[in-house]
């Protein structure tokens, strides 16, 4: 285990080492969890928002707001009291708070920071020029990549320093990296900081919590940082304990941003799903459903939901609508108010009926070795209940920001015997995977569906809904193929009474960035519930 604070000695050619720059800084390996530990940071949506609010559009006078003004986002002046209350309380020059995104380092707030004055982010490549978050207008006026600044800019301490202390809290401590002379540090003696390339520095972890379906706790995601322009004799063990703390309160500020931008999301989809019940469509199709004598298969008896369990658990079809209205306020009550260590940070990891998996249940292009099979056509349904299938599927896709969803039917015999990959003559049987309806299938072909993950959605006695994330495709853009899927969701529907086709809504983005939430989990299962009156009609 290496000593964060007391490292080893250097390489002996340390220009040989692949984390060595041109410049001379040593630059950190990415965390071995970096996948997982981006989710976090996409999960809270704040990197999303400040890109989203970047002037693009002209101003009064006609022309384009600047694009190296610092974008002050939605939990700058929080944060900036914090910053200013670090540089008063350690005595140093600058402070800054952070988040870590997977090429960017995106600074939310600082005080006095001199490398950051007209910049929103640094890159993490320490190579790159400095970056803005607002992209500048080419002469044709689309956006170009902005102009690099200063060349000073590029061996800011923050980037360099800031990826090892993101490195060390990836080990599972909350110790903040101290560096008291960066001359004195092998890793940063070359780096020539200006103004602080004979200083201080020293960075706390901003811990996230882990998002759905995954049980680690937390991830830190980003850096609370402080900057001196000069050496420190010493930072004790209660400068530790009070910068940690700093961290965590920084941390609350943005777990409280995050929450309120769910709780939003929850009551809109809360509303759009009462339209939908209510719509005269749906009223008129289940009327005909109710006329036909089956059974459907229900996965377990009806029952008054218990707030002070998971918020997933739900009962009855009004039990479902209250709550998504009570969930956010019952969790929000019972949350602790400022976090402290890792484990003791709410996560959204750990969700009941919900299997995680990184293994993709349905393939939007197709390449040789992939474990999928083409659906069978879908077969012809009566005209309204057809309508109410579509629009179901458009409504969850829209709703929760899906490239893809649909209703498939699974022949749950000829699924479990393995027939649709025996032999050469596979292609010649019939697919046990038939389309019942579909939105966004506008790709040809068409694509493939996994026969394991979809029967197991069905027959599993343990989760009732699966959840797909393909870590690859959140730890690097680049890692993430155009035309696959890098997360979704299937969530059972039920099955015929003679337990021989069962059904499965699925749903499927390629937005790398897209993390499932828990009340979008809700969403589609509350559809998944509705659509079980209608299984009758669809065998």
């Given at each position: 285990?290496?000593?964060?604070n007391d490292?080893?000695?250097?390489?002996?050619?340390?220009r040989?080492?692949?984390y060595?720059?041109?410049?001379?800084?040593?630059?950190a390996?990415?965390?071995?969890?970096?996948?997982r530990?981006q989710?976090?940071?996409d999960?809270?949506?704040l990197?999303?928002?400040l890109v989203e609010?970047?002037?693009?559009?002209?101003?009064s006078?006609g022309d384009r707001?600047s694009?190296t003004k610092?974008?002050?986002?939605?939990?700058h002046?929080?944060?900036e009291k914090l910053a200013i209350e670090a540089?008063?309380r350690f005595?140093v020059d600058a402070?800054t708070i952070s988040?870590m995104d997977?090429d960017?380092q995106v600074?939310?707030a600082?005080?006095?920071c001199?490398?950051?004055?007209?910049?929103?982010?640094?890159?993490r490549?320490?190579?790159?020029?400095?970056?803005s978050?607002s992209?500048?207008p080419?002469?044709?006026?689309?956006?170009?990549?902005?102009?690099?600044?200063?060349s000073?800019?590029?061996?800011s301490?923050?980037?360099?320093?800031c990826?090892?202390?993101m490195?060390k809290?990836s080990t599972g401590?909350?110790d903040?990296l101290?560096?008291?002379d960066?001359?004195q540090?092998?890793?940063f003696?070359r780096?020539?900081f200006?103004p602080?390339?004979e200083?201080?520095?020293?960075?706390?972890p901003?811990?996230?919590?882990?998002?759905?379906?995954d049980?680690?706790?937390?991830?830190?995601?980003?850096?609370?940082?402080?900057?001196?322009?000069?050496?420190?004799?010493?930072f004790s063990?209660?400068?530790?304990?009070?910068?940690q703390?700093?961290a965590?309160?920084?941390?609350t500020?943005?777990q409280?941003?995050?929450?309120?931008?769910?709780k939003?999301?929850?009551?809109?989809?809360?509303?759009?799903r009462?339209e939908w019940?209510?719509?005269?469509?749906?009223?008129r199709a289940?009327?005909?459903?109710q006329?036909?004598?089956k059974v459907?298969e229900m996965?377990?008896?009806?029952?008054?939901?218990d707030?002070?369990q998971?918020?997933l658990d739900w009962g009855?079809?009004?039990?479902q609508?209250?709550?998504?209205a009570?969930v956010?306020e019952?969790r929000d009550a019972e949350a602790?108010?400022?976090?402290?260590l890792p484990d003791?940070i709410?996560?959204s990891?750990s969700?009941s009926?919900l299997?995680?998996?990184s293994?993709?249940?349905?393939?939007?292009?197709r390449?040789?070795?992939?474990p999928g099979?083409?659906?069978a056509?879908?077969?012809?349904l009566?005209s309204d209940v057809k309508?109410?299938l579509d629009?179901?599927?458009?409504?969850?896709?829209?709703?929760i920001?899906?490239?893809f969803?649909?209703?498939?039917a699974v022949d749950?015999?000829a699924?479990?015997?393995?027939a649709?990959y025996a032999g050469?003559s596979a292609s010649a049987?019939?697919?046990?995977?038939?389309?019942?309806?579909t939105?966004g299938?506008?790709?040809?072909?068409a694509p493939?569906?996994?026969?394991?993950?979809?029967?197991d959605?069905?027959?599993s006695?343990?989760?009732s809904a699966?959840?797909?994330?393909d870590d690859d495709a959140a730890g690097s853009?680049?890692?993430?193929?155009?035309?696959?899927?890098s997360?979704?969701?299937?969530?059972?529907?039920?099955?015929?009474?003679?337990?021989k086709v069962?059904?499965?809504?699925?749903?499927f983005t390629e937005d790398?960035?897209r993390?499932?939430?828990s009340?979008d989990?809700?969403?589609?299962?509350s559809f998944?519930?509705?659509l079980?009156?209608?299984?009758?009609?669809?065998?």
């Amino acid at each position: 285990m290496i000593d964060f604070n007391d490292p080893p000695p250097p390489p002996s050619d340390l220009r040989s080492s692949e984390y060595a720059t041109h410049t001379g800084q040593f630059r950190a390996p990415l965390p071995v969890n970096e996948a997982r530990r981006q989710r976090a940071v996409d999960s809270v949506g704040l990197v999303k928002a400040l890109v989203e609010s970047s002037p693009s559009a002209p101003d009064s006078s006609g022309d384009r707001a600047s694009p190296t003004k610092r974008q002050k986002g939605p939990l700058h002046p929080a944060l900036e009291k914090l910053a200013i209350e670090a540089k008063s309380r350690f005595g140093v020059d600058a402070s800054t708070i952070s988040l870590m995104d997977r090429d960017k380092q995106v600074f939310l707030a600082d005080n006095s920071c001199r490398f950051i004055e007209d910049v929103d982010a640094l890159p993490r490549d320490r190579a790159s020029p400095p970056l803005s978050l607002s992209p500048s207008p080419r002469s044709d006026g689309s956006l170009a990549d902005s102009p690099p600044p200063p060349s000073s800019l590029a061996r800011s301490p923050t980037v360099t320093c800031c990826s090892h202390a993101m490195l060390k809290a990836s080990t599972g401590t909350k110790d903040p990296l101290v560096i008291l002379d960066f001359a004195q540090d092998w890793r940063f003696e070359r780096n020539g900081f200006d103004p602080y390339s004979e200083g201080f520095y020293a960075a706390a972890p901003i811990m996230l919590p882990a998002p759905m379906g995954d049980d680690e706790g937390a991830y830190p995601g980003g850096i609370f940082c402080l900057l001196g322009e000069k050496p420190k004799a010493g930072f004790s063990e209660q400068d530790r304990l009070d910068l940690q703390a700093m961290a965590d309160r920084a941390s609350t500020e943005i777990q409280q941003y995050s929450t309120k931008q769910r709780k939003d999301k929850r009551a809109a989809l809360g509303q759009r799903r009462a339209e939908w019940k209510k719509s005269k469509l749906v009223r008129r199709a289940s009327m005909q459903v109710q006329s036909l004598d089956k059974v459907v298969e229900m996965p377990t008896p009806p029952r008054t939901p218990d707030l002070g369990q998971d918020p997933l658990d739900w009962g009855d079809d009004a039990a479902q609508d209250e709550l998504f209205a009570q969930v956010a306020e019952a969790r929000d009550a019972e949350a602790p108010r400022r976090p402290s260590l890792p484990d003791s940070i709410g996560s959204s990891g750990s969700v009941s009926n919900l299997h995680s998996t990184s293994v993709a249940p349905t393939f939007r292009s197709r390449r040789a070795g992939r474990p999928g099979i083409v659906a069978a056509p879908a077969k012809p349904l009566a005209s309204d209940v057809k309508s109410v299938l579509d629009l179901t599927t458009q409504l969850v896709a829209e709703s929760i920001e899906m490239d893809f969803a649909y209703v498939v039917a699974v022949d749950l015999a000829a699924a479990k015997s393995g027939a649709a990959y025996a032999g050469a003559s596979a292609s010649a049987r019939p697919s046990p995977i038939r389309l019942v309806s579909t939105y966004g299938l506008e790709s040809v072909p068409a694509p493939l569906f996994s026969v394991e993950s979809h029967l197991d959605a069905v027959v599993s006695e343990q989760h009732s809904a699966l959840l797909y994330a393909d870590d690859d495709a959140a730890g690097s853009a680049a890692a993430h193929r155009e035309g696959d899927f890098s997360t979704g969701l299937l969530v059972k529907v039920g099955a015929t009474d003679d337990g021989k086709v069962g059904f499965v809504l699925g749903c499927f983005t390629e937005d790398s960035r897209r993390v499932i939430n828990s009340e979008d989990l809700l969403f589609v299962r509350s559809f998944a519930r509705d659509l079980r009156k209608y299984v009758p009609a669809l065998a």
